[in-house]
């Protein structure tokens, strides 16, 4: 990163931090969900899996951070865990839980999809080559957790609708 400006390399090293908070945030998430989704196995199974993912995207942001001399933010970290439990807390009462926590989970898809462009652009600029693989795997991985969820929308309100005239426990 030699020709990288600090400007650019404090706003990457910035960001990669914030990725690893959201990243704990996420997994802090889909834990407090995954309890809950008895009558959602297959949409339990898949969290499992970005669970994983995103303990693994976090790791890889470790690395590149190692890698640019410095670790990531404790503080940020343990708020991010501290809000993403709060979220997951605010659908918990809702009848319509499983609806709310996948329109959510959702967007929050696709806030780290831009945050992991907006990475791998400042890793370009900073000339941080090494970062490209590691950036793009987890932008993949996102991507795919937001396809996964888009694609059973429909058949998740199906199934909540369905449960509900019934007079099942909807929610969860």
Known sequence: MSGATDTAREIYTTGLRNQHAVENQAIELLERQVGRLEHYPEMAERMRQHIEESREQARRIEELLAGLGTSHSAVKDTVMSFVGNMAAM?????????????????????????????????????GHSAAQSALKQSLSEEEAMARWIDERIADTTRKFLSRSEAGQTAGV
Do not use: R, W
Not at 103 to 122: C, G, R
């Open 90 to 126: 605010m659908h918990t009462p809702a009848g319509d839980e499983v609806i709310k926590n996948t329109l959510a989970n959702f967007a929050f898809e696709h806030y780290e999809i831009a945050a992991y462009k907006s990475l791998l652009t400042l890793a370009d600029a900073t």
